[in-house]
């Protein structure tokens, strides 16, 4: 454990005993790590550890926060995307969605990603590595200092596909529940689904966490295969009527609600022929669809479909029986697609 971030109480605690301190100088450590108001971000802040105790977890290689700031893009609504250097010079993106009532923190699960979904400016870049559980916790720490505000709700819709690092994204789930103190319920994982690996996360999460409370939220973005495959290359491997059948398992597994994120392409998947496809592929199953407006990248020859197209979709769905709503894309301005700071960043 060279990572102070995403100790529990009781690593911390047994970290100052092992150092011949009293047990009460980790539950400070703690304190000055997750309490948002009392926050640093390094073992040099914490100015109430003994000065000798402080020196010696540094020079044993111990830190609080790893990442660093390198750029950001704050949007006229007050989103705010950050882009982060990890220790081993890559970067990654996350971003801080603020309303009145919340603070939404949406985190990158790894560096670039596998899944290649053609929409998408991560996808171009492939996969780096997967982001260790402090990584991951590190950006709510940037977010809460640099909004000021602290995080009441966790999306994993940044960089990465969640499920192909399952072990640290239920870790950094189970601090995120105990240390920051946001309940499962208010965090949602969000895949493109990998074959097999619905089911495992139930399965872990009722290993790591006890239970599953978090919401899955798959990215369908297709009423039929054919679609699919054309949006999500990697969607060979996996039917979508398989992908149905394994959230209709984990709805029964976890008595969690699956909600399907569709985004609205023009020409491609936002036909009223495509809602009433949609319709029949979820008959029955108690889930809710998110549509989505696309954010166009450069060199991806997808574009945003219309208002109209959009609202007929919606009311479409709506009178056949499926629980719908229409997400607005925040932070619009500039850069706002996942990946596209990172890739600006890169061809400066
Ligand atoms: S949309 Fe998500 S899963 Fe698809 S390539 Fe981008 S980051 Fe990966």
New binding site residues.
């Given amino acids: 454990m060279k990572n102070l971030l995403g100790s529990s109480i009781e690593e911390l605690e047994n970290l100052a005993l092992n150092y011949g301190q009293a047990a009460f100088r980790g539950r400070q450590i703690y304190q000055w790590i997750y309490n948002f108001r009392n926050r640093k971000k390094s073992i040099d802040q914490i100015e109430v550890l003994p000065l000798d105790f402080r020196k010696k977890l540094k020079e044993d290689g111990f830190h609080i926060s790893e990442l660093s700031f390198q750029e950001k893009n704050l949007a006229n609504d007050g989103t705010l995307k950050l882009l982060l250097a990890t220790t081993d010079n890559e970067s990654i993106e996350c971003v801080g969605i603020p309303t009145e009532k919340r603070l939404t923190a949406c985190l990158s699960s790894q560096v670039g990603?596998p899944?290649?979904?053609k929409f998408?400016a991560?996808?171009k870049e492939g996969l780096k590595r997967s982001l260790k559980k402090s990584e991951i916790l590190d950006q709510i720490l940037f977010i809460e200092n640099e909004m000021n505000r602290k995080v009441t709700n966790i999306v994993f819709m940044g960089?990465?596909?969640p499920l192909l690092n399952i072990d640290d994204l239920l870790l950094s789930i189970k601090s995120i529940n105990q240390d920051f103190q946001i309940s499962q319920r208010k965090i949602t994982v969000s895949t493109?689904a990998v074959p097999k690996m619905i089911s495992k996360l139930s399965a872990k999460s009722f290993q790591i966490l006890g239970t599953c409370q978090f919401t899955l939220a798959v990215?369908l973005h297709a009423s039929n295969q054919k679609i699919r495959e054309i949006i999500?290359p990697s969607a060979k491997n996996y039917d979508i009527e398989n992908i149905i059948d394994d959230c209709r398992l984990f709805v029964k597994d976890t008595g969690r609600r699956v909600s399907f994120e569709y985004l609205m392409l023009s020409g491609v998947n936002d036909k009223l022929e495509h809602a009433n496809e949609l319709s029949n592929l979820l008959k029955g199953f108690q889930c809710h669809v998110n549509l989505i407006q696309y954010n166009q990248i450069d060199e991806v020859e997808f574009q945003r479909a219309s208002l109209k197209n959009l609202q007929l979709f919606q009311s479409r769905l709506s009178k056949n029986g499926i629980a719908v709503s229409f997400r607005k894309s925040r932070g619009l301005d500039k850069n706002a697609a996942?990946?596209q700071l990172r890739q600006n960043a890169k061809n400066k």
């Fill in positions: 990603c899944m290649d979904c998408c991560t996808g960089m990465g596909e493109v990215s999500i996942c990946g």
